[in-house]
């Protein structure tokens, strides 16, 4: 959370969190600090202790602020529909859509029940990687407009100095935040869209936990398909690899204009590896770079795209920030192994196989019909032979027959050999 916000004197949150807690703070817990421990746009954080003896934050949603935000994106709704009637330009970069995802973001991270889910969710996620924590949510007392949550003790990753001074390794830190990023976006498929600074924090090895990340503020967390990982992956790939044609074949993919002359993706493409294609993968230069490209050739992203990118390169800002030789592609470069090996598995997955199993199935039980159909049409369409020539057209009619047939009483026998392996294996 940024703590450059205003903040507001805890009576007038009162009414807020006795409505939300059933009783006033000072029942509830052991201990409430009324003075604020950080404040947002959104909320503001007070510390707190359970009886038990837990220290935990209490995060207040600020009165009235969803009334002021639908009417803010009530506002931007109508501007954007009215930019994209007035210019072709700005409809090409359809505004109402992106609109449309800022306002999903803004109303979710409103809800603090969403956030909780969204801890549990990536806590779970990250359950292997030992030095990132995650907020334990404490549900008895957490609900639309008050959040409690465990109190996490670190220093946020804004200067290097600080760090050291605490005995933490910026470089550390560095590979292990982007050993998190890419694990989020391009292994689990559920990443933090807004890393920043404020909800970061490094954690000093005394602590429980330390010598590591903890992620905070999860109200805005994004989703990537296994497709769109695997699209990533292979934009990156193919960026870092010199190819320029591999960069080309992505952005097509990910044109919302329709077919786009290969040419105007080329000329993109290779001026993007000119300038990042070799070297320290910088993605802060890299996305400047890439945008107004893209603005130039007239290619717009999906939103969903663009939300990646904007965590991504908020993470790299970070992390170059306190590690100024901090370089992602050699994070790519040790993950790379466990990248393909996920998709592999996610590929190779019981269920996934099962579903292609029985798509093939269903072509196998029908060839039969197929083949005397097409059998039936080749035979009503084609006149009796008087030449050598139409003698051979028909031959080759025939052979392509015994063709398709050969290869779907092929298809047949590896499907019964793929169910049979299934079965072993499952």
């Not at 600090?33 to 404040?39: K, S």
């Not at 090409?92 to 909780?116: C, Y």
């Not at 996620?125 to 404490?138: F, G, K, M, N, Q």
Request: hydrophobic share 45%; net charge negative; charged share 25%.
């Amino acid at each position: 959370m940024q703590s450059d916000a205003p903040r507001l004197p805890f009576e007038t949150l009162r009414g807020e969190v006795e409505a939300a807690l059933g009783g006033p703070p000072e029942s509830v817990f052991a201990r409430f600090d009324t003075e604020p421990l950080a404040a947002a746009s959104i909320a503001q954080v007070h510390r707190a202790r359970l009886h038990d003896g837990t220290e935990v934050v209490v995060k207040i949603r600020r009165p009235g602020i969803r009334a002021r935000m639908e009417a803010d994106l009530r506002l931007m709704r109508h501007l954007g529909a009215l930019a994209e009637a007035r210019s072709a330009a700005v409809r090409r970069m359809k505004p109402a859509a992106m609109i449309e995802q800022l306002g999903r973001e803004i109303l979710d991270e409103l809800d603090f029940t969403a956030e909780g889910r969204n801890a549990d969710l990536l806590r779970a996620d990250l359950a292997s990687l030992e030095r990132i924590t995650v907020p334990r949510i404490h549900w008895e007392w957490t609900g639309e407009q008050v959040l409690v949550m465990d109190y996490i003790e670190g220093i946020a990753p804004r200067d290097p100095a600080v760090l050291k001074a605490a005995g933490i390794d910026p470089s550390r830190i560095a590979a292990l935040g982007a050993e998190l990023v890419l694990e989020m976006v391009l292994v689990n498929g559920r990443f933090h869209a807004d890393p920043h600074p404020g909800n970061l924090l490094c954690l000093p090895p005394q602590v429980p936990g330390g010598d590591g990340l903890a992620l905070l503020d999860l109200g805005s967390v994004g989703f990537v398909s296994p497709r769109r990982q695997h699209e990533f992956l292979t934009f990156i790939l193919a960026l870092r690899s010199g190819d320029p044609g591999g960069v080309a074949d992505m952005l097509a993919t990910w044109s919302q204009d329709g077919e786009v002359p290969r040419e105007k993706l080329l000329r993109a493409s290779e001026r993007l590896v000119s300038r990042h294609g070799t070297g320290a993968l910088v993605l802060n230069a890299m996305v400047a770079d890439f945008f107004p490209l893209l603005r130039q050739e007239g290619l717009v992203l999906p939103p969903d795209l663009v939300l990646i990118f904007k965590a991504m390169v908020t993470m790299d800002g970070v992390l170059s920030g306190i590690a100024p030789d901090f370089d992602l592609s050699e994070a790519l470069s040790r993950m790379r192994g466990r990248l393909v090996a996920s998709r592999l598995s996610r590929l190779a997955a019981p269920d996934k196989l099962e579903t292609a199993l029985l798509e093939l199935s269903r072509v196998a039980e029908e060839a039969p019909r197929f083949l005397r159909a097409a059998t039936a049409r080749m035979e009503a369409s084609s006149p009796p032979a008087r030449e050598s020539g139409r003698d051979s057209g028909r031959e080759g009619g025939t052979a392509r027959a015994v063709s398709r047939a050969g290869w779907l009483i092929g298809g047949a026998v590896v499907i019964h050999a793929a169910a049979d392996l299934l079965v072993h294996w499952t």
